[in-house]
């Protein structure tokens, strides 16, 4: 349990936890946070995880969290933090069990009351076309040298299977490709859970939504994105499934062998760790890359499911079934990226755990179009919530490591949502709501109750309050799709 007294209140939505308010501490911690959110989270570990995290080898700067801040493994979901590139070490439990899980949206001009007679079919067609649940598994069957290939090139082997257009490319963080990926490094079990994964959702907080855009707030930057209030988007969120889980399940544990061989003293042991430039660190970085690019591949080929699907049911009902790409943005990812530290340029390894990049306006890693309105950046709702589109602000290149929170961040834990949360009534208040809900599990419903989760409208208040990002748009549900 933490004292509140002891940090330091820089305004309404900002905290700083400085150095010797817990011994562990070698550098500060940034809390991005309503006074309720940090009330909040004295039900878990995610602030002592945050302190702990500062205790790493080669931390630059200071430890920020976000305010969807939530327990994760070692590090608290809705994490960022930086170590010296090379000198520095990287710890999977700054990224995740779920690499490169983030979320891609779609975008239409096809308007809500157009296809009131067709949500129905519309909603199974999406279910069967995008495979959920916890062992789903896709018609695409991979060989190993096919697997390697999908690690290497991302998105642009779906591109070169027709399952992309150049828009989508270049419309997708880091193009759909980190360069760095290298198969080698993965295990045979984790070349196994892949084979059969590629163009599926999985299960969890996964889900693909149909969303009506309910409000513009940035006329400008919803133009740009092709966002016109009252028409429809499809929202897509999911990650690495079993691949990425595998191949942080596999160097989780190479990396406890390594701690413990070198005598080594962490604060928690999921905080495990290698130095960047070692054959261990390397051979993370390089698994890694390699389950991002296997997940930038993964959203794409659902995209591409869902506009098939789509457009067999909306054609003739609609004058244009088509959904361009927006964006997609990854969250829990390793970047080595260059950022200003103290006032001077430094390269260093960002971890993102449950948080999204948010590269401001003039960032030459971006599209073009985006390069004056900022990243676009997707901070999905819970289950039958809102969900926002907003860019990524300037405010988040000074304070975040250009990073912003990527959803509403937990309040029950798994568990207690499904002890607690009645299906059956949650299935009813979402009909109420109009909303159509597809799932593989019933019971899986719970844990992704609104109830479960943070209110996502205040979230946004807070990250537009301390300027990381700026927003765009809000989304409400029509279809849901979950595992």
């Known amino acids: 349990m933490f004292d509140i007294e002891q940090f330091q209140r ?20 940034r809390l991005f946070a309503s006074l309720e959110m940090l009330e909040l989270a004295k039900d878990d570990r995610s602030i002592q995880q945050a302190m702990n995290v500062t205790a790493l080898p080669g931390i630059v700067g200071e430890v920020v969290v976000m305010p969807d801040m939530h327990q994760g493994h070692g590090f608290p979901i809705g ?73 290497l090139e991302g998105a642009r082997w779906a591109q070169k299977n027709g399952m992309a257009t150049v828009q989508d490319l270049r419309r997708t963080e880091e193009n759909g490709c980190i360069h760095g990926a290298d198969p080698t490094s993965i295990s045979q079990r984790a070349f196994q859970r892949g084979r059969t994964q590629l163009g599926t959702l999985g299960s969890g907080n996964h889900f693909l939504e149909v969303d009506i855009i309910d409000k513009v707030y940035d006329l400008d930057g919803a133009a740009i994105m092709g966002l016109v209030e009252g028409c429809l988007v499809i929202q897509i969120h999911c990650g690495s499934r079993g691949f990425g889980h595998q191949i942080c399940t596999d160097y989780v544990r190479a990396f406890q062998d390594v701690v413990n061989w070198h005598g080594l003293r962490i604060p928690d042991r999921e905080l495990v760790y290698a130095s960047l430039d070692s054959s261990d660190g390397q051979g993370y970085l390089a698994a890694m890359t390699a389950a991002a690019n296997f997940a930038f591949c993964n959203r794409q ?49 960002v971890h993102r755990k449950g948080a999204t990049r948010a590269f401001a306006p003039g960032s030459a890693q971006m599209p073009e179009e985006y390069s004056q309105t900022g990243q676009p950046v997707f901070v999905p709702g819970s289950m039958g919530s809102a969900s926002w589109v907003l860019t990524g602000a300037q405010g988040a290149m000074e304070r975040s490591f250009g990073s912003c929170c990527h959803g509403a961040g937990r309040l029950m834990s798994r568990s207690a949502a499904k002890r607690d949360i009645a299906v059956d009534a949650l299935l009813k208040r979402m009909t109420h709501k109009g909303i159509t809900v597809r799932a593989q599990s019933m019971r899986g419903l719970a844990e992704e109750a609104p109830e479960a989760y943070k209110d996502v409208d205040k979230v946004i208040e807070c990250v537009e309050g301390v300027g990381l990002a700026k927003p765009v748009a809000r989304l409400v549900p029509l279809i849901v799709v979950k595992g």
């Open 10 to 29: 820089v305004d309404e939505y900002e905290w700083i936890i400085p150095v010797g308010t817990d011994p562990v501490m070698k550098a500060p911690v």
């Open 79 to 151: 994490g960022v933090a930086a170590t010296e590139y090379p000198g520095g070490v990287i710890s999977p439990g700054g990224i995740g069990y779920d690499i490169n899980c983030g979320v891609r949206l779609l975008a239409s001009n096809i308007y809500a009351e157009e296809v009131t007679g067709v949500l129905e079919e519309w909603a199974f067609a999406l279910d069967h076309a995008c495979p959920s649940g916890v062992a789903s598994d896709s018609e695409i069957r991979l060989s190993e040298k096919d697997l390697a290939q999908v690690c």
């Open 301 to 349: 080929i659902l995209a591409h499911q869902a506009r098939q699907a789509s457009e067999s049911v909306l054609a003739g009902h609609v004058k244009n079934p088509f959904f361009h790409q927006v964006y997609d943005v990854a969250h829990n990812v390793g970047k080595i990226e260059t950022h200003m530290v103290a006032g001077k340029e430094k390269k260093v390894c």
